[in-house]
């Protein structure tokens, strides 16, 4: 996953979008495109990664990034 993918820029306001569903600190908040944006929830769809943020990092006892939901079996081994 690219940098750009994981915090696509936003065609609409022209930030980069926040990742879905995390936490942005209070210094960020005002340079990320949000969900107060018209342009957020259309394409290119924000992911629920920072930028670097790698899936495994996230792992839980589960096979899938609690993120992402994407297979870190197939991460791990870069199969996809
Ligand atoms: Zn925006
Ligand atoms: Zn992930």
Request: aromatic share 8%; hydrophobic share 30%; with cysteine.
């Amino acid at each position: 996953m690219s940098d750009n993918e994981r915090m696509p820029w936003c065609e609409t306001c022209g930030m980069r979008k926040s990742p879905v569903g995390r936490s942005v600190p209070i210094e960020m908040a005002n340079s990320l495109c949000n969900d107060d944006c018209d342009g957020y929830r259309k394409d290119p769809q924000p992911s629920g990664h920072w930028i670097g943020e790698e899936c495994a990092a996230f792992s839980n006892f589960t096979n899938e990034c609690a993120i992402c939901g994407a297979p870190l079996f197939f991460i791990e081994r870069g199969e996809r």
